[in-house]
């Protein structure tokens, strides 16, 4: 199976509504590695839960990110990790580490991008006022939230709506769309990747 290592520095719901459907379908992934920024997140307690191993790290013990994501890369290269999941991992990627996984990062964010990139997509979707908003999962570059759009979901915001209501109405959505989206890409890359070889070992 293909292995993905999920980022992530909060509560982690993405990465247990992956762990979830990992364990329940025949995928063509595994979840190998949980990296987390954040020593003490909610989300740690979830990688316990489901038995998936992480890398910690703070930071602020760091002086550059190069020093940490050079840290990162040889945890992923060990573990022979593939594909890079961001699931609430608020923090931008830099060349280290989009160097070695150049079109293998992927992000999902709570907006249609390119409205409202960046922390806290929920309250500014609410603060401007706009009627309809939506979930994005796209490719990472070095930008925020700005790489190629692989797949969006547009919802309707309700008059008045609470900002927990769209919130959770949102994650209801990323929860669904993540899983299916990266098993799509991983599968389809993986046949891509058996085409080639074929087409190499004939010519
Ligand atoms: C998710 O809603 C994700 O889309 C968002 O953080 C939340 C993490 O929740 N990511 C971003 O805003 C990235 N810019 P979770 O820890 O419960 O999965």
New binding site residues.
């Given amino acids: 199976k293909t292995k993905v290592a999920v980022f ?10 992956l762990m979830d459907k990992v364990e329940l379908e025949s995928l063509d992934y595994c979840v190998a590695l949980l990296v987390c920024d954040k020593p003490g ?3 740690l307690n979830k990688a316990a839960k489901y038995q998936v191993p992480v890398f910690v790290f703070d930071p602020k013990q760091y002086n550059f990110k190069s020093e940490f994501e050079q840290k990162i890369v040889k945890e992923l290269q060990n573990r022979h990790i593939d594909w890079i999941v ?5 923090r931008l990627i830099g060349p280290t580490l989009l160097t070695p996984f150049q079109s293998k990062i992927i ?5 249609l991008l390119p409205s409202f ?6 309250g500014q979707a609410l603060a401007t006022g706009v009627k309809v908003t939506g ?1 994005t999962i796209h490719f990472v570059d070095e930008g ?2 700005t790489g190629k759009i692989i797949e969006q979901e547009s919802l309707r915001i309700h008059e008045k709506e609470s900002r927990e209501s769209l ?1 959770q109405r ?2 209801s959505i ?2 669904r769309l993540f899983p299916k989206i990266i098993q799509s890409l991983i599968s389809s890359d993986n046949k891509e990747g058996a085409f080639l070889n074929e087409k190499e070992s004939t010519t």
């Fill in positions: 992530a520095s909060g509560t982690g719901s993405n990465f247990e509504a997140a909610l989300v961001l699931a609430g991992y608020m992000n999902i964010h709570p907006s990139p960046g922390k806290d997509a929920v979930v925020m939230d919130q949102l994650q990323e929860h």
